[in-house]
């Protein structure tokens, strides 16, 4: 199943960003970023849609909030996509 990663520096970040979604409508979810998409140590991502991802970017964008990397996972495995497309 195609979604999205917003890869985000801490687990108190991520949460941030979550609420900041969850309040414009965006669904996501918080969770452990998989260990060969960060050198992070123990980093943490936002899963959601890929069709939210635009609006997700721009809402966090407007609250000064911004993920750490971009990933879309598709065909079994995750692409970088970018930073911020904001």
Known sequence: MEHSLLLARSVTY???????????????????????????????????????????????HREKLSPVKIFLYRNGAYQEVGHDLS
């Not at 899963?47 to 809402?59: E, H, I, M, S």
């Open 14 to 60: 991520a949460q941030r960003m979550q609420r900041v979604l969850d309040r414009a409508g965006i669904s996501s979810r918080v969770y452990r970023a998989p260990r060969d998409l960060t050198n992070l140590g123990c980093a943490y991502a936002l899963r959601l849609a890929p069709k939210d991802l635009r609006d997700a970017l721009l809402t966090l």
